[in-house]
């Protein structure tokens, strides 16, 4: 089993920063991916970021060019780095965990609120 946990979600106003970090515990061998979905009110829930275990990404076209996601594999850890927030950014945002045989694993999710 593979314990996922979120933090760093929260308040802030428009055009401003969140870095969001997840990470990784339990059976935590043969992960391939790591990534950000997120879920708004009456949405389905979305792609935000995925980063393989060789570092490539791949962005929603929404937040390309404001959102970095990043890993650090030895700590089982991702980020996502959220600059110029809008208030469509708004969401419960969810880590994701993919392993080897189409195993994927959620964290509980991190309130992400932009609003002025």
């Known amino acids: 089993q593979v314990h996922v946990v979120e933090s760093g979600g929260g308040l802030v106003q428009p055009g401003g920063s969140l870095r969001l970090s997840c990470v990784a515990g339990?059976?935590?061998?043969?992960?391939?991916?790591m990534g950000w979905f997120r879920q708004a009110p009456g949405k389905q829930r979305e792609m935000v970021a995925t980063?393989?275990?060789?570092?490539?990404?791949n962005y929603a076209d929404s937040v390309k060019g404001r959102f970095t996601i990043s890993r650090e594999n030895a700590r089982n850890t991702v980020y996502l780095q959220m600059n110029s927030l809008k208030p469509e950014d708004t969401a419960v945002y969810y880590c994701?965990?993919?392993?080897?045989?189409?195993?994927?694993?959620w964290g509980q999710g991190t309130q992400v609120t932009v609003s002025s």
């Open positions: 994701n965990v993919r392993k080897t045989g189409s195993r994927e694993y």
């Open positions: 339990g059976t935590i061998f043969s992960i391939i991916a």
């Open positions: 980063i393989g275990n060789g570092g490539s990404a």
